[in-house]
């Protein structure tokens, strides 16, 4: 069975493309079929290209986000996916905000799928300057999130 997984930051430039394209590499490593996308909950960038740093940071172990072009979260999205993924508290309240009415698709944290790795939001390293230390974290959950979906 194919899964539908959007992945969601704020902006849509730094985090939320970086978990969609190692989610999608990591995925087909295990040949776990796949849908997958990224959005923002906020609309700044919209038809921008992830931010170039995280674009570098991601190309250095592999991973290509030049093609994505960020966008906004819509009411579609809660109906076209199986499973929206926040990076961090806010936009998982961002998200619960814009859900639609009597829609019941599972919205979660991308940490919780690693509980042991010390945060609970996915640092932005817009802010933080911290490209590798973002990385880092989502791999293993997204690599932790591959296995769940394939177990
Ligand atoms: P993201 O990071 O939510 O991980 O894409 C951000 C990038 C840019 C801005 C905020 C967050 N900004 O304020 O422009």
């Known amino acids: ?3 539908s997984v959007l992945f969601v930051c704020l902006g849509n430039i730094c985090r939320s493309p970086t978990a ?3 989610f999608r590499a990591l995925a087909a490593r295990a040949e776990l079929p796949v849908l997958t996308d990224s959005c ?3 609309d700044w960038h919209v038809g921008a ?4 740093p995280s674009i570098t940071a991601a190309a250095v172990r ?3 986000l030049s093609a994505l072009r960020a966008r906004q979260l819509s009411a579609r999205d809660f109906n076209a996916f199986d499973l929206i993924v926040a990076m961090d ?5 961002a998200i619960e905000a814009k859900r639609p009415r009597g829609n019941a698709t599972p ?3 991308l940490l919780e799928e690693t509980p042991d790795c010390g945060a609970t939001d996915v ?4 802010y933080t300057r911290d490209f590798d230390g973002t990385l880092d974290l989502v791999e293993e959950a997204c690599r932790a999130l591959v296995a769940r979906l394939a177990g």
């Open 1 to 3: 069975m194919t899964r």
């Open 62 to 64: 592999g991973y290509d």
């Open 107 to 109: 919205v979660a944290l």
């Open 89 to 93: 508290r806010d936009n998982l309240r």
């Open 40 to 42: 923002g909950t906020s």
């Open 49 to 52: 290209p992830p931010y170039g």
């Open 123 to 126: 640092p932005d390293p817009y």
């Open 20 to 22: 969609e394209a190692v």
